[in-house]
């Protein structure tokens, strides 16, 4: 059965909604409240983004929903302010020891996610679908730590 192109794209989406809406209900009831939004930008901040508009530039959204975003990540105890090592008049972000926990665990939810679907096609189908996509989008086809990759301009 042959799908159009507009097709294809959707069951890739749909593939990547399906993994990510599991993992969310997974990690609530592990007891994380947790978005996609929120894993990206500890991410980022994990990869160098100190403040918000270091935030925001890596996540191509504004500055002020950047401090949203801080705002809940400072909150929840997944991100810090510390002192800026160069600046003693700035403040930095860091992710902290409880917020790479919750990175940690997500990751363990798509292994999980990803043992399942092995079960489900077989462990050769599995890997061969792997290879194929790696083949059409490469082995790195998406860097949440990439400054603007949502955006596309990465």
Not at 25 to 33: C, I, P, Q, S, T
Not at 50 to 70: E, F, P
């Amino acid at each position: 059965m042959s799908r159009s192109g507009a097709e294809l794209a959707l069951l890739l989406l749909g593939g990547y909604r399906r993994l990510v809406g599991v993992a969310i209900e997974e990690l609530a009831v592990r007891g994380y409240d947790v978005t996609p939004t929120h894993d990206y930008a500890m991410r980022a901040i994990d990869a160098g983004a100190s403040n918000a508009s270091d935030l925001g530039r890596r996540l191509a959204v504004s500055k002020q929903a950047a401090l949203r975003t801080i705002t809940v990540l400072v909150e929840r105890g997944w991100v810090e302010r510390a002192d800026d090592p160069v600046d003693g008049r700035r403040m930095v972000l860091r992710v902290s020891e409880e917020g790479h926990r919750v990175l940690a665990v997500g990751e363990q939810v798509f292994d999980d996610l990803r043992a399942q679907w092995e079960r489900r096609l077989g462990r050769d189908e599995l890997a061969h679908l792997e290879e194929l996509l790696a083949l059409l989008v490469g082995d790195d086809p998406v860097r949440p730590d990439a400054p603007g990759w949502i955006a596309g301009s990465v």
